[in-house]
């Protein structure tokens, strides 16, 4: 673990007991994972400017501030994958272990694939099951992307290799060959166009009542987020993207949160805002 300059998430809303580790039933992991982006770059700047931007955030009422949210120091990410990863799936295990919520900020989105092998362990030890929730303008489907098996675009392939069940919305870029997998695979999903026009929105019958949120930036709209490395238009809004994720929680429980693939754009400190505010609101999300 590298210690960056160590500025706490939402840290100035913060008594000294709620920013404790033992107390804090939230846990910030900073990840600045940035080896396969394929076009937009600075995702690694992210974390550490999210955090920042964090503290203009107002704690409100009957918050996640009110649990406690201890910030760990980033991820040492110059390693090789298989040592970043295997850091990640250690570390999610043992806050696992102590009943808090993880909460990863990246990062590019193969760092997912860390943080699901940690919970995979944590709930193959209590004969419990769960399965994810993707936000995300693309399927990352793809079993290979520039030449390397371990990519943002190959991430969700590999989970599904790990035999975790995955929901996807948002999705409107992916290849031919994501298609076909989506399908043989029996990945559920919903567009943005099914949606608007049948809001009706619930996650399978037989959807696991253990939820994981892997929260892609790019899910968004780029009118109101540009700010990532591969925008895709006809996206998702503010509000219409927490009233679709409640309903989809409705009778769940996340257990896990993470927030990826934003790349931060020099003196548009909105962007830097609105992310850390979306993260704000998916660990509220936690407390339904």
């Not at 107002?58 to 201890?70: A, K, L, M, T, V």
């Not at 990945?187 to 399978?204: F, G, M, Q, T, V």
Request: hydrophobic share 35%; with cysteine; net charge neutral.
């Amino acid at each position: 673990m590298l210690n960056l300059k160590k500025k706490l998430f939402l840290g100035e809303e913060l008594s000294e007991k709620e920013k404790s580790f033992n107390f804090s039933k939230f846990h910030i992991l900073p990840i600045p994972l940035e080896k396969t982006v394929s076009y937009g770059t600075g995702t690694s700047k992210a974390p550490e400017i999210i955090i920042n931007a964090s503290n203009q955030l107002e704690r409100n009422q009957n918050s996640p501030c009110d649990f406690g949210i201890y910030t760990h120091d980033a991820f040492d990410c110059s390693l090789n994958f298989n040592s970043i990863f295997k850091n990640i799936e250690n570390l999610i295990f043992d806050i696992l272990k102590k009943d808090k919520i993880p909460v990863c900020i990246g990062g590019e989105h193969s760092l997912t694939l860390g943080v699901i092998k940690g919970f995979k362990k944590k709930f193959n030890n209590i004969n419990e099951d769960f399965g994810i929730i993707q936000f995300d303008a693309h399927a990352d489907l793809r079993k290979k992307y520039n030449g390397s098996v371990n990519s943002h675009a190959t991430v969700m392939y590999k989970i599904h290799k790990e035999n975790i069940p995955i929901f996807q919305f948002g999705v409107r870029a992916q290849s031919d060959e994501e298609i076909k997998l989506r399908d043989e695979f029996n990945i559920n999903y919903k567009s943005i166009e099914d949606y608007r026009k049948n809001p009706n929105i619930r996650l399978p019958k037989n959807f696991p009542k253990n939820i994981y949120i892997t929260f892609d930036s790019d899910c968004l709209d780029p009118s109101i987020m540009p700010a990532t490395g591969t925008p895709v238009p006809n996206g998702l809004y503010y509000n219409e993207t927490f009233l679709i994720l409640e309903k989809l929680i409705e009778d769940k429980k996340i257990i896990g949160i993470d927030y990826v693939e934003y790349a931060p754009i020099e003196n548009f400190h909105a962007y830097d805002y609105v992310s850390a505010n979306i993260i704000y609101d998916l660990m509220k999300l936690c407390l339904k």
